[in-house]
């Protein structure tokens, strides 16, 4: 019934919006809702147990199903959670024609971080302080509380967090005889990008001198969008956005945008990066041997192990020469938000309580492999089982750069992902920043 609902709620507004009438139509089973409401808060009987229902991106449904589950037997005729997983590229539309009726369908919803500006600015979030101390809030890495908090106020709870690493083939580096004191590299001993140039550079030469093996010599899981392409810049001391989160103008067009701009054209040019390679099959390249450095995040592991893939080895993201200590690294994840119209608030925040800080957050993170939002999962069993979680505790404590803080950040990512790919396909640089500026100044005014 909930999904249908959803579906039919979904279908109106897209019609409606496709013909151009003014707005979204009133949810399809308004009339209905109460009613139903009443039957599922008591559950069919007698009982006093209130329903919840919680819509989420399937890109996190193993590590939330297992939280919902474990929320629902702990909290047994109390409260019960029903979750309905979208389709990772469907859940932000789904949102917006949901929230634009103003609907109670849903008591909490997967709030991607970047969006929770948008979503505050749109009136869909309810600020969660009045659940949230100050001091639990502070649980939380330093970046994720900055994606949570808007205009001083607590919207969206970390569920996870994100971090990359650069990733490197075993077998290409030994084939290609290059020697590298791994061991050596800590966080103030990075390899440069200036070696890594190099040694791309040498391994093409040796193992791919007419470049018909399709041979690589660094790459990022993805390629194209702002959350890792922007650790050029941002690791030259550029910024994401302008301090108002409204204008790119005075950012994109300052050096350290222009040097790494054309520092990534120029090896894109060189075959050192790739070219016509979606973000979607990167790291089937890398997996297959075609590429020797990989800049991705802490998920990529469990794809390895699931391939069978094990030529791997990991180190921290390398740095500019002269600039070792302004490295930035992405990070980042979902958070998840109580629906500003929800009819059970005090249960939806008992919810996210339990997901975000209570026992659900560690049965999230030991079932979906993120890096841990709150500070204190970052244990000794945690980096024993997954060595590379002590790089992301470093990156995510002292190098992550969250995100453009903006209400305007899908436009924001269509526009600069855009611009990327053209300077990777060769474009001017200044005529790819000036049309990226001149989009999002006007992307920008409808927030002003």
């Known amino acids: 019934m909930k999904k249908r609902k959803m579906l ?26 109460e009613a139903h409401r009443s039957e599922e808060s008591s559950g069919g009987n007698q009982s006093n147990e209130v329903t919840i229902h919680l819509m989420m991106s399937n890109s996190q449904e193993i590590g939330v199903s297992a939280a919902v589950e474990a929320f629902n037997k702990a909290y047994k005729g109390k409260i019960k959670c029903d979750a309905d997983y979208v389709a990772f590229n469907d859940v932000f539309e789904t949102l917006e024609v949901l929230m634009s009726n103003k609907s109670s369908e849903y008591d909490i919803f997967a709030a991607d971080g970047p969006n929770v500006a948008a979503y505050v600015k749109r009136g869909y979030l309810q600020p969660l302080d009045q659940w949230f101390s100050k001091k639990d809030i502070g649980e939380f890495s330093e970046a994720m509380q900055t994606e949570a908090i808007y205009d001083g106020k607590f919207y969206g709870a970390p569920m996870g967090n994100s971090s990359t690493v650069m990733y490197y083939n075993k077998a290409l580096l030994e084939q290609a005889g290059i020697q590298i004191d791994f061991d050596s590299i800590a966080p103030d001993h990075r390899l440069t990008w200036e070696q890594i140039v190099e040694y791309g550079k040498e391994a093409k030469k040796k193992l791919d001198p007419d470049g018909q093996k399709g041979i690589y010599g660094v790459e990022f899981q993805q390629v194209g ?35 790494a701009l054309k520092f990534y054209q120029d090896e894109v040019k060189e075959g050192l990066f790739t070219r016509g390679i979606s973000a979607d099959d990167t790291s089937s390249y890398f997996m297959s041997g075609k590429i020797l450095f990989y800049i991705g995040t802490t998920a990529l592991p469990a794809a390895f192990e699931k391939n069978g893939f094990k030529d791997w080895g990991y180190t921290y993201i390398p740095c500019f020469k002269g600039h070792e200590n302004e490295i930035k690294t992405a990070c980042g994840s979902w958070t998840i938000g109580m629906n500003a119209y929800s009819e059970h608030q005090k249960e939806a925040a008992e919810f996210i309580r339990y997901l975000t800080m209570g026992d659900g957050a560690d049965v999230y993170i030991n079932a979906s492999g993120m890096v841990p939002a709150l500070t204190r999962q970052f244990t000794k069993d945690l980096i024993a089982s997954k060595p590379y979680m002590e790089v992301a505790q470093y990156e995510v404590t002292h190098t992550a750069l969250v995100r453009a803080i903006t209400p305007g950040f899908n436009e924001y990512a269509t526009s600069m992902n855009a611009m990327w790919d053209n300077v990777r ?3 001017d640089i200044k005529k790819s920043v000036d049309t990226c500026i001149d989009e999002l100044n006007t992307a920008f005014q409808e927030y002003k």
């Open 8 to 33: 039919a709620l979904l279908a109106t507004g897209i019609m409606c919006f496709a013909t151009a009438c003014g707005g979204f139509a009133p949810p399809a089973e308004e009339g209905n809702s």
């Open 225 to 259: 969008r702002v959350y890792q392409m922007n650790i050029l810049p941002n690791s030259l001391g550029g910024e994401q956005i302008s301090k108002d989160g409204l204008s790119v103008d005075g950012v994109i067009n300052t050096e350290p945008w222009l040097d």
């Open 425 to 427: 396909n060769g474009a």
